[in-house]
């Protein structure tokens, strides 16, 4: 099989300048008879310089215009959803902003009727992230009383994640008045170079007239046929002997809502679903993956305790937001597992060169993923604050 890194060769600096003398000597130049500083000699070594920046660009660019290649190398994955728009109509799903609902509580006497969306900004005191409001209200004179406003994050992003209770400090001048989420608030990066990847192929999918599997799961994750981006995975089962096709929903907000799951039963209905099959359309459950941990560090990280375990449960938060329905599957095996190892590794993740030693104590083994059931992340508890110790040669 031929490989594209085959065809794709880049000529050497030194090619290309031996390419040229001999050309110039083949037209009778004294290339050989060139002193130090000699014009022509700095003409050739410049346009050397040039053409080498055009290979490394021609080399770059062949490699951008394939899929897989343009998704192995992340300086290219600009170009891989061009790729993936312009080659096989893929939207890759751009990075979302953290949203929830803040509640303002009235500690003093102060009234505050006409509170305008926008108007009100946050902060989590352990992330440093920052969120404005989108709706407002009328917090009436306290103390005890209450106003719910939903909020969005400044930045998109895995970052913005907080956890229940973290958006504790509003910046907006209330006196009187502090703040609490009541539920998480969850930011998706921008999707992975091998998600794209795999939406491409299976997009492809939909030109099947036969009902593909990938096409039922292309459809529900397609936010420009379904109008919801709350999916983000689904799993897609046929029973041949009823002609039912059962599409099992996940996504960041287990479970979907149902005017969320109705809009992707329309969507499949009118796009991927072949003539005398029925689609069953229905939101998988969530099962919570409780953690609990211990962390070991050097020092010259530079945070407290409570920052590090504010940034290792927002790590676990996006990672388990990213598994699959029925967990991670080792074939043959029909369901899969949250594995231990990997909440390991990604609570170290979160600063690899100080994190240094992690043991998790919950969930005490692999944890079975039933076959419905989206994994979500529950409570993180660090059984013992972060301990820190000197640096290597520090004593």
């Not at 292309?218 to 799993?235: D, H, I, M, P």
Request: proline share 5%; hydrophobic share 45%; glycine share 8%.
């Amino acid at each position: 099989m031929i490989e594209l890194a085959s065809l794709v060769v880049r000529q050497t600096k030194a090619q290309l300048l031996g390419a040229g003398l001999a050309i110039a000597q083949s037209l009778g130049v004294p290339v050989t008879s060139w002193q130090i500083g000699d014009p022509t000699d700095a003409l050739f070594q410049y346009l050397t310089e040039v053409l080498d920046s055009v290979e490394a660009l021609a080399a770059t660019w062949t490699r951008a215009a394939f899929l897989d290649y343009a998704a192995a190398d992340s300086s290219l994955y600009a170009w891989l959803t061009i790729v993936a728009q312009q080659g096989f109509g893929y939207a890759a799903r751009e990075a979302s902003y953290a949203t929830t609902t803040v509640t303002l509580a009235n500690g003093g006497g102060g009234n505050y009727p006409d509170l305008r969306a926008g108007q009100l900004r946050f902060q989590s005191s352990l992330t440093k992230a920052t969120y404005h409001s989108t709706t407002g209200g009328n917090l009436l004179i306290g103390p005890g009383t209450e106003l719910d406003v939903t909020v969005v994050a400044d930045v998109a992003g895995s970052d913005s994640t907080a956890d229940i209770g973290d958006i504790d400090t509003l910046l907006t001048s209330l006196p009187g008045v502090g703040c609490a989420n009541a539920a998480a608030a969850i930011g998706l990066d921008a999707e992975p170079a091998m998600s794209i990847v795999s939406g491409c192929r299976a997009k492809l999918a939909l030109m099947s007239p036969n009902g593909a599997a990938d096409a039922y799961r292309y459809v529900a994750t397609n936010a420009e046929l379904t109008g919801t981006t709350a999916c983000t995975s689904a799993r897609v089962d046929a029973d041949s002997d009823t002609g039912i096709v059962t599409v099992i929903l996940a996504g960041p907000n287990m479970p979907l809502s149902d005017p969320d799951v109705a809009a992707i039963e329309t969507a499949i209905l009118a796009t991927c679903t072949p003539l005398c099959v029925t689609p069953l359309v229905m939101s998988g459950t969530a099962q919570t993956i409780d953690v609990t941990y211990r962390a070991w560090a050097y020092a010259s990280w530079g945070v407290t305790a409570a920052e590090a375990h504010a940034q290792i449960t927002a790590a676990l938060r996006a990672w388990l937001v990213t598994v699959p329905l029925r967990g991670d599957v080792v074939p043959p095996a029909a369901t899969g597992c949250v594995y231990r190892n990997t909440i390991e590794a990604t609570i170290r993740s979160v600063k690899p060169d100080k994190i240094f030693r992690v043991e998790v104590s919950l969930p005490a083994a692999d944890v079975s993923i039933g076959a419905a059931s989206k994994p979500v992340c529950g409570t993180v508890t660090a059984s013992a604050p972060l301990e820190l110790v000197p640096d290597p040669g520090v004593s």
